[in-house]
């Protein structure tokens, strides 16, 4: 069974690339059991890639007034994500209220965990801050280690 991650955000407004940027890392270290996908947040998206999954990771930028890198965690499944996380977004619909849209109509996959990388800002053009990508790679090294068959090595 594979795990399918999810990185959500823009590339191009700086550190909401970060999901991205999880997803991009994986993919170039070749971790084995990992599903990727980008996503730019819609939740018809969403809910349409992890249908049928067993298991889903997403990976967001997020503003809930926490230090820039900071790393949330949270298992979606058993209880809403906080009001903070998401209130601030550059996708036009939270990422929490899309797993409460996925909670009301029962869309929710069986085991769903979130990862907030706690954002330094979301200018068009701007690359991503250094602790947002540190952060970044520390997401996906954890996500390696506990959902695929092995660490995430920068590849050679």
Request: charged share 20%.
């Amino acid at each position: 069974m594979s795990v399918l991650v999810i990185g959500i955000g823009n590339p191009d407004r700086g550190d909401d690339g970060a999901g991205p940027l999880v997803v991009s890392r994986l993919g170039k270290a070749g971790v084995p059991g990992l599903a990727l996908r980008s996503s730019g947040g819609d939740p018809a998206d969403l809910l349409a890639a992890w249908e049928g999954k067993a298991a889903v990771v997403l990976v967001d930028a997020c503003a809930s007034g926490s230090e820039p890198g900071t790393i949330h965690r949270f298992d979606a499944v058993d209880r809403p994500l906080p009001e903070t996380f998401g209130a601030v977004s550059t996708h036009g619909f939270g990422l929490g209220a899309a797993v409460e849209l996925a909670r009301a109509m029962d869309a929710l996959p069986p085991a769903l965990r979130v990862y907030g990388i706690e954002a330094a800002g979301f200018a068009p053009g701007a690359p991503l801050s250094p602790a947002v990508e540190a952060a970044a790679e520390a997401v996906a090294d954890e996500i390696a280690r506990l959902f695929g068959s092995g660490p995430c090595t920068k590849p050679a």
